[in-house]
């Protein structure tokens, strides 16, 4: 096992999903509650993520080639 954890796709999901949703919520706070059309977006695409396991930005991590996941034998298999 080694001692670094490599950036997966399954990792920076989620961590740019809730930057993104705390950007939007100083956004409204700052600005207008237009910026909460941007909240919604960010979970509907966590909801596709969450059910079909892809959304835009994992077809944009795929093509700036990040695994998947950590496991060598699961990256064989996708």
């Known amino acids: 096992m080694t001692a670094t954890r490599r950036w997966t796709i399954d990792r920076i999901v989620p961590v740019l999903a809730g930057t993104m949703v705390l950007i939007s919520i100083a956004l409204v706070f700052a600005f207008s509650l237009w910026w909460l059309l ?23 991590l795929r093509r700036l080639g990040v695994p998947r996941t950590g496991s060598p034998a699961m990256e064989r298999t996708a």
């Open 38 to 60: 941007l909240t919604t977006f960010v979970a509907a695409n966590l909801l596709l993520y969450g059910f079909a396991g892809w959304c835009p930005v994992t077809l944009l």
